[in-house]
């Protein structure tokens, strides 16, 4: 698949730190009282910059599932979450679904499924000089047996999915979102959340913070809450 004009060049391929059966994992460790939370960042720029507002005025550093695209078109947002120390998700280049199963299209090839993944790490390393690896976050949530195959072959030992959505992606109110939040909280917990401004999770994240603090929740990254 030839690169868009005007878009980065590929760096050619190492070879992957991991090349088993990506993991699903939709929960971390139940046995400490932590959360993570995730931000997948694939359409407009949104509340980006109010999320990053938040989450270091609070002390928080947080896992951003970043599209290739949404990285070059957005490059200081996207060298401020790598400065800032925030993780990074591999949530593809276009946010083609890899199955065909929420668009009603072909599944991509494994060829078209490595594009996607090494176009994006190519956008993060040269723009602000981040990984995504080891963590993919399929778009639309859509994976099956042959994705976790593909992706594990890249150097992605996670398929992070996620035990809270906001649902703030179908228009509801800030305030539905944080009661929805805190309601479904449990240990162990994966939030995922969208930045883009058709979502109010961006002004809602404080209220959630604030709640799951004063329930004694630690909040975190994918990767603390993955973490013995």
């Known amino acids: 698949m030839p690169t868009a004009p005007g878009t980065l060049t590929p760096v050619p391929a190492t070879t992957p ?3 088993g059966v990506a993991q699903v994992i939709r929960k971390g460790n139940a046995d400490r009282n932590i959360v993570a939370f ?3 960042a694939g359409s407009d720029v949104g509340y980006a910059a109010q999320i990053l507002d938040t989450l270091s005025a609070n002390g928080l550093l947080a896992s951003f599932g970043i599209t290739g695209k949404w990285a070059e078109q957005n490059p200081d947002l996207l060298r401020r979450i790598v400065d800032e120390g ?5 949530h593809t ?16 090839t494994q ?3 490595w594009d ?3 176009r994006t790490e190519a956008a993060v390393q040269q723009i602000a000089g981040g990984t995504t690896r080891p963590y993919f976050r399929p778009p639309y949530g859509d994976y099956d047996d042959s994705v976790n195959v593909d992706v594990g072959a890249r150097g992605y030992a996670f398929n992070v999915m996620w035990t809270v959505d906001s649902q703030g992606w179908k228009g509801i109110p800030a305030g539905n979102i944080t009661q929805r939040c805190l309601e479904m909280a449990e240990p162990g917990a994966i939030y995922v959340f969208h930045v883009g401004a058709a979502s109010q999770d961006g ?12 329930a004694g929740y630690e909040i975190g990254s994918v990767s603390d809450v993955l973490a013995p």
Not at 86 to 90: D, F, P, Q, W
Not at 204 to 209: D, F, K, N, T
């Open 38 to 40: 995730s931000f997948d």
């Open 116 to 118: 996607e993944l090494d």
């Open 111 to 113: 060829a078209e499924r």
């Open 203 to 214: 002004p809602a994240l404080q209220g959630i913070i604030d709640g799951l603090r004063a």
């Open 86 to 90: 925030h993780e990074l998700i591999n």
């Open 17 to 19: 730190p991991f090349s």
């Open 93 to 108: 280049y276009s946010h083609a679904s890899f199955t065909g199963g929420s668009t009603d299209k072909a599944p991509l």
